[in-house]
Structures are given as C-alpha cells and as structure tokens.
C-alpha cells in the first residue's frame, strides 16, 4: 500500500493525542516522585507529628545535595575545556581548536554557572535537568531623525529596505539658482525607524514540569514525542508572526493540569495570582506547547523530525516546520540503562530522612523528658496552677509533702545516637559524600598516613566522578553538538576571536558541524593533581628534547612547551596565563628563529675542539712575543737614561779637570771639541741620514 500525504487535520489530530499522552504520563508516573522530591529538599517529611512532641526534621536531602553541588561545579567549571571536538580528518585539526574555544566562550557569555547550577539541582531534586538551545530571531530597531534634506536625500533614505517613516514635515525655502535668481525648493524633515534583522545564540534552563515525554521513550535520542509545554503573552505570539485573534482566545495552563501548579507550587514556595484582568488583551499569558515528533506527512514512506507549535490546554495546531534536531540537553546523575528517567539523588535518601528524622526526634524527646519530667500530683492536695508554672525558683503550695511525684524518664538516647551514625553511613555509602571524604572529619584522619587519607577521599570521590560522567556524557556532550550545529547554520558572516591572546578571524561556515564531542572530566579522565604531575614530567621532557636538539628537532617547539606550561597553570587555577606567557604560534616561533639565524650568521663560526686549542696556544704565543718586545723597549729605556747619566759625570769630571790644568799649567784645553766628541750618536737609529758612524760605533 503506497503511503499518502497526511492533511492538516489529520497531523493535528495526532499531535495533540501524543502529546496527551505524554502529558498524562508525567502526571501519573513522574510528577508524584517530583513533587515529593521538592518537599524533602525543603525539609518536609510524611511521617506523622504529636502535639507536644518534637517536630524537628533531618533534612537529609538538603543536605547531600548541598554538599554535592559544589563538587560538581567545580569538576565543570575548573578546566576551560570541559568538553572538547574533536577532528574527523587532518583539516579540521584547527578548525577543532578554534571550535572548542568559541563554544566554551560563547556558554560562558550566556551565563553558563548558572545554566549548569539548574540543571545539576534539578538533576539531584528531580531526576533529570533540562536544558534547551535554540537561535533567537530578534528585529532591533533604531530612530533616526533627518533635517534640510532635498527631495532627492528624502528618497534615498525613506526608500531604503526596513525603513519606516515615524514624522514627515515639508517646508519651502529661497534658494539662488545657477542663473542667480531666486526660487522656492522644499525642504524635508522627518524621523525613521530602521529595522535589522538579528539573531543570537540562546541556552535555557527549562523547569522540570515544563517539559514532557512519552512513556516508550528511552532516550532524547530515542523518542515518540518530545515537549516542551510553557507559557507566552499573547503579544509575542504576534511577534512570532501569529494571529492575534487566533492565539488571544487561547487558554492558559492553569484551567487543565494541576500537577504543574503543584510542582511551580513547591520550587517557588508560594502560589502565582492568576491574571484576571483581560482589558489588556495583549498581556494574556495562553499556553503554548512546542512538541516535536516524527511524521510522514509527505507521504514518502519516510517520517522526517516536525516542530509542532501547539496553543491553549486544548493543544490547537498553530504552525508546523521541519526541524533538524530536537533542541533538548537532559542531564541525570544516575540513569536507568533502557529509560528516559533515572534516579535522583532525592529518590535514593528520602526513605533515610524519614527514619533519621523518627530517631532525632525521639532523642530530643527523650532528652525534653529527662530534663523536665512529667508531675504526679494527689488531687485536692496541690495547687495545679503553680505546678503548671514552669518558672525557675517559682514556689508550689501543697498540703501534703508527699502530694507531688516526679515521674521519672530513663535516658536511652545514648543508645539511639549508635543507630542515627548507622542511618548517616548508610547515606555516605548511597552517596558517597562524607566528612572524612571531602577532609573534614578531624576524628578520622588524624591518625592516617597521608595515603590512607588520600585513598578516603578518593573513595568518596568515586560517587562524585561518577555522578560527574553521567552529567557529561548524558548532556553536556549533547548541549555543545546542539550550540555548534546552530551557531553554524546561523551564521552568515566571519568573526573576530580571541586566540592565544591574539584576534584571529574565524569563519564557523567552514567547520564541520559533524564533528564528535569529548569529555575531559570525570571518571576515567584522571584527577587534577595527576593531570598537574603528568604535564610536569611532560614539560621536563620537553625541556630535554630541546635542550639536547635545538629548535626544528621534529617533535618539540616553544608553542607546545607553552602550551604544556599554561595548561598547568589553568589546572591551578591560574587562567589568565597571557599575564605571565607571551602568546605564541608557529608563525610567530617561525619568525624568532629566522631572527636568531640572522644573528648567529654575524658571528664567527664556532670551532671545534682541535681548532680551539691550535688557536688557544697561538694567543699564547703571540702573547709572550709581544711581553718580550715590551721587555726589551723597557730595558733599552734603561741603557740609554743609564748612559746619560754618564755622559753628564763625564762633563762634569773634563771641567774640573781642565781647571785643574789651567790652574797648574796655566795650558787651556779644547774643551768643545771634547763635547762635540762625546755629543756624537751612539745609536744606529740616533745618527742624521748618510752619516757615518765614528768613535766608538
């Protein structure tokens, strides 16, 4: 039988039964477990309560749960890639990188703590989070307004696409024309709307009791029906493009289901005022149900994925379109293997609260009764009213000594304190969260090597990596395949992004939207303090390699040891690390070491150990030549001073002589001629050019 195309009345007809259906199982299967979940986590309990007695409740569930939350943010939330792409062949390696980093950016610019926080709260509370991720479509508009403008400036600007003339004034005026005579031209103001069309990325939190799903389902991938069912004014129905008489006449949630107003109910802690007044008809809240499902609507004898926009408590079809993927991230911290909901956190310990609730109260009891224990009284012997006064020192007339009797109550609480620390290890092992695990149990550990410490709290941490694992693999993987899908069907034009501390343009139309998901955190992926010690060894090694080969050895270059160094630092916390590391890549290590080769080429080459020692005794030698030479000036200094020293006593000794003689034999003698003898050269380098050497040379 050949498959026919469905009509429009048929489509609606079955829409609005799954979606029924749906909305019926929650009420009758799910939205009980939640509700009570909500009223343990607020400290309610559903054992019975005496007047007189204590009412003190154990809040058990709060209390894990508190505890837990904050370990699993910071599983999340301490590493910036907590999930990461990865490339399906060689070119989508950098694409892979500049993919991770834009989408990790872009959840946190969407406020991604507290999207987490709702969705591990209410995966801990009430068995699944749910986060939504879609493209919002939004028109900006801005006014402008223009004055003395000519007819021809007039219509260029209100001509424009997505112009709207708000105010329009026309006023004539003299002008001198080429001719030099004067005329009238009109002159325009006016005031104009500019429309621009925009989008932007969006992740929701979606409440639990919002979203809805059929009971065959196993998995958001694996499905009938998939809902989501919320409340919208009448006025953004408009905006969507909708009718407004068709959508104002719609009902709300309110007038159909209770089980909703029940859980909104619980989690706010108070009741919404429904809005009476309609004068305003563009305020109206109505119901609004996106449902998406598979259908053969065509009639191809293939049923393709349909987003169904549904109105009213009545589910009225309003639009349908084909949708390329159901738009929902559910997170679970425990899933049942084969179905959609798992286990919360709630559903393992509310029956603990109970009894550890029963066992609190009946030590406070016990103690309220042993402190102040119930009065025996022989009637007409005792004033009643000052037994009845319980003040301090306060006097009791009696007739009788004997007339009052203390009815005395043994003290057994002791013995109930054994059973309440049974009842919190019972807690711990379900849970895994206890003081010795998360090093707070002084009792404990004091005692206990460092080992055995650490081997406590990773025991206790076994439950947290778990729960941690499940949130990643089940949504967190889910959430950023859905944000990159978007965010490149979306969009139509390159980007500036922050990279390695510099701005690199991206152009997310070229990645590949195919691309798989990989968690870096929880069980399986190693603890912080083993990723530290891991790089550590990895950037010695690095250190080596390069130390040992220089740079081009093939396997090491700075951009990884820079790498390696700002990844310890993210897992001690340090993100900024560009405060302390220059940014760097191949293009710019490239240039470095070009420069480095320009300057080594400068200098000598360096010699090699034989050239080295030839050359070092040539110094030497050259060295000793010359302390010889200045040896030898110096000692030649000393010969010439040393010889005018003995020509001035030789002049000196041929005067007293020649007196002498002149004084006894009355006979002069020659005395310049003598000096004209002694004054002649006695040195090669001393004696006029041409001259002869004479005397004793």
Known sequence: MKPERIDEDRVESIVQQAVQDAVDFIESEIADDRIKA?????????????????????????????SIKPSLLRVFLSTDR??????????????????????????????????????????????????????????????????????????????????????HSQEMSISIDQMGMEIEVPEHSVTIS?????????????????????????????????????????????????DFEKVSNLTGIGSSDTYSEIEDFERRGYQ???????????????????????????????????????????????????????????????????????RSISDLINDDQDAATAMLRGVLDNVALTNNPRMGIVDNQVNVDDVLNNEI???????????????????????????IQYMDDAIETKTGVSRASMGLDPDALQNTTATAANITKQAGAAQIEVMSRNLAEGGMKRLFKLMLKLFI???????????????????????????DVMCNIGLGTGKEDEKVAILQQTLQM??????TYGPGNGLVSMTLIRNTMADIMALAGVRNSDRYLMPMDAQTEQQLLMMKQQQMAGQPKPL?????????????????????????????QKAIAQDDRERDKMDQDLLIKAAEILGKYDTAIDVENIKAAQSEPRYPDERPSGAVSGGRF
């Open 82 to 167: 907590a999930v990461e792409y990865i490339p399906s062949n060689q070119d989508d390696v950098a694409v892979a990188q500049q993919a991770t980093q834009y989408m990790h950016w872009a959840f946190n610019e969407l406020n991604g703590y507290n999207l987490l926080n709702d969705a591990f709260h209410d995966a801990m509370v009430k068995k699944a989070g749910v986060l939504k991720v879609y493209w919002d479509k939004y028109t900006e508009a801005e006014t402008y307004s223009f004055t003395n403008l000519t007819d021809e400036e007039f219509s260029a600007i209100v001509n424009e696409d997505n112009v709207d003339v708000i105010e």
């Open 608 to 636: 090699d150990p034989g050239q080295a020692l030839v050359q070092a005794e040539q110094l030497k030698a050259q060295a000793k030549a010359q302390s010889d030479m200045v040896k030898m000036e110096v000692d030649a």
């Open 393 to 419: 020192g306060g006097i009791i007339r009696m007739k009788n000594p004997q007339a009052i009797v203390p009815i005395s109550v043994p003290f057994v609480a002791a013995q109930t304190l054994a059973a």
């Open 272 to 342: 919404q005022e429904e809005e009476e007044s309609t004068e305003d008809l563009s305020m109206k809240l109505v119901a609004v149900t996106e449902a998406y499902m598979k259908m053969d609507i065509e009639g191809t004898g293939v049923a393709q994925l349909y987003k169904f926009m549904l109105g009213g408590n009545d589910y009225q079809l309003l639009d349908y379109e084909p949708y390329s993927e159901v738009p929902f991230a559910v997170f679970e911290v425990d899933p049942e293997p084969h179905a959609f909901f798992g």
């Open 38 to 66: 909500q009223r343990y986590f607020d400290g309610e309990v559903d054992i019975g309560e005496e007047d007189g007695r204590s009412k003190v409740v154990a809040t058990k569930v709060r209390d894990t749960i508190r």
């Open 489 to 515: 069907e979306n969009t139509d034009e390159e980007k500036m992004m922050r990279m390695n501390s510099q701005f690199v343009p991206i152009d997310p139309r070229s990645w590949n939207s195919s691309m």
């Open 542 to 547: 690095q250190m080596q390699i390069w130390q």
């Open 194 to 242: 500019r429309k621009t069309d925009k989008g932007m990325l969006q992740v929701k939190s979606v409440p639990p009791e919002e979203f809805m799903v059929d009971r065959n389902a196993k998995s958001i991938d694996d499905f009938y029906v998939v809902a989501h069912r919320t409340e919208m004014r009448v006025s953004d129905l408009v905006n969507m493009g909708f």
